[in-house]
Structures are given as C-alpha cells and as structure tokens.
C-alpha cells in the first residue's frame, strides 16, 4: 500500500527532484548531518598532496562542506546543476561574509566547457558520484580541470553493505518553528542499474494542519570496488585507498554503505 502510493506520487529522474522544495528544506532535513567531522576527514585526505590551495567542489548542494573548509584557507569553486541549491548556498556564504568561495550553477559532465582553471583536489561529498550518469565520461571531461598529482575524494554507496542490508522503508520528522516535515521514504534495488530508486513523500504541517505534499525520487548508483578502481585507472587516476566513511584508516565494512575513495590524477596521457 505504501509502495503503491509512493509510486504514484513519483517522478522517473534525478532531474526533476533537487529543486525549490528541497533546496529549501535541505539544511534542516540534514541537519544531523555531521560534515565538521566529514571536514576533519578531508583535511586529512588532502594531506596526500602538498600545498593543496585550489579546491573544486562538485555538486555542492548548499555549501556546508565547502563553508566549512573555505574557513580553512582553501579557495573553493562550488559547482551544482540545481540554480535552487545554488541559490540557497549564494545566500549561506553572503550571509556569513565568506569571500573565497565562488559558486557556478553547471552541470559537473561540462564544467570544462565554462573554464580552463585547474585544481588541486576535486570533491563530491554526500554521495554526489552517485548521481553522475555516466562516471566514465565524467572522469575523462573533469581531467581537463585538474592539475598533475591533484586529489580526488569522494564519498559513496558500495556494494558489499548493499548486499549485506538492502534499502529498507524509513519514516522521519523535522521540526522547525511550528512547521513539522514528515518524510516517507521507501528504496529499492534497480540491480541491472547497480542503483537504488528513492521514493519519497514529504507532507508539511503547519500548527499540526495538513499544508500539502512533495515527491521526489533520487535514483543513486552503488560502486563494485573493484569495478571503480577500474573505471578510475582507464582514466589515469590511481586509487590511494579506499576508506569507511565513519572510522579512519579502517577499510570498507561490509556491513555498511558509506566509504571513502581517495585518488590520485597521474596528469593527462600524450
Ligand atoms: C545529496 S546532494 C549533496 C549536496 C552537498 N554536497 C552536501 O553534502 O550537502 C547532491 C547534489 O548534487 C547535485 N548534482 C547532482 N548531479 C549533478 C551533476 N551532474 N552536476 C552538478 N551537480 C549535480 C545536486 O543538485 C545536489 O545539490
């Protein structure tokens, strides 16, 4: 019955879903979400490489991450396909007087198209590689972005904790002021994708009367390890290593989804 009325209510893409609603409702849903110590983790990734200033965020969604390193010293240009994340992330950083943040509104697979800057280390946080349609190309575009041994980190799905626990039906609530967020959430596996389609439905109460209802779907790509490192090496990028997402220097658990790739871009080929 659940499954049946979140699929009514679903759209079929990515697309349609990282817009006003979410935007506007992103920072309180992850509010919980702890990216100082994510920060602290990158920090210590980016110590691969010396001297890294140039940082380039992909799908920057808000800014909380890059908020947080820009504080820093790290000069950052924040990328996301969504003008409403990226509204929402121009007001964070005018809000908080940061000044060394730029922020593009661009699709990741086309950044090159719009500049010629080169970075140290290039980042997708919160499962964003997850949502590149085609990571072969992405990789094989973004080179032209990076400089010689500059970093690549990014957090995502793998497939042993998926295998382990599959995605489950998950109802959750924020509250802020007297507006209270009721989201219902229900995944499943597209195994021939390596994906899992999120259906969720958030109702919205105001003073606990009905206001109305929002769908959304993410569909996100879950990674075989062995699979990445590949897809990786074809694109002269070699892994540095592979981490849990909550507990450093510990390997992948199999009974979880989270990691952590770090790697390294050997320069473009002749
Ligand atoms: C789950 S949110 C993560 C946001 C942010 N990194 C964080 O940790 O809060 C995923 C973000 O990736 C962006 N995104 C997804 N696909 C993208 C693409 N192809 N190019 C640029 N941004 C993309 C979405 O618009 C969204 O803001």
């Known amino acids: 019955m659940f499954a049946r009325l979140l699929k009514r209510f679903s759209m079929n893409t990515n697309d349609q879903t990282f817009q006003k609603f979410y935007s506007t409702y992103y920072d309180l849903v992850y509010k919980n979400k ?7 983790r990158i920090e210590s990734f980016l110590r691969y490489k010396e001297d890294v200033k140039h940082l380039l965020e992909i799908g920057c969604g808000t800014c909380s991450h890059s908020i947080l390193l820009s504080k820093k010293g790290f ?3 924040g990328i996301d396909n969504s003008s409403e994340m990226i509204k929402v992330a121009k007001e ?3 809000r908080k007087k940061i000044n060394n943040i730029t922020l593009l509104n661009q699709e990741a697979e086309k950044l090159f198209t719009v500049t010629k800057k080169k970075f140290d280390a290039l980042l997708l946080l919160f499962n964003v590689i997850g949502y590149i349609k085609d990571l072969d190309l992405f990789l094989f575009n973004i080179k032209r ?10 957090d995502f799905w793998h497939e042993d ?3 382990h626990a599959g995605p489950k039906k998950e109802i959750k609530k924020f509250n802020l002021r007297e507006l209270e967020l009721q989201r219902n959430s229900f995944g499943r596996k597209i195994i021939k994708d390596h994906a899992i389609k999120i259906d969720i439905e958030t109702s919205i109460f105001k003073r606990r009367k009905f206001v109305k209802r929002f769908s959304e779907v993410h569909i996100v790509k879950y990674f075989n390890l ?3 490192k590949e897809i990786m090496e074809k694109n ?3 892994l540095i290593k592979f981490e849990d997402f ?8 199999k009974d979880s989804w989270n990691s952590y790739c770090v790697a390294r871009f050997l320069g473009l080929k002749n």
């Open 34 to 40: 702890n990216y100082t110590f994510e920060c602290k």
């Open 75 to 77: 000069n950052i240009l």
């Open 92 to 94: 964070k950083i005018k």
């Open 145 to 154: 972005n990076l400089k010689k041994n500059s970093l690549l980190i990014f």
């Open 161 to 163: 904790g998926i295998k």
């Open 226 to 228: 062995n699979n990445l």
């Open 236 to 238: 002269n990028f070699e």
């Open 246 to 253: 909550n507990e450093e220097n510990i390997l992948p658990k």
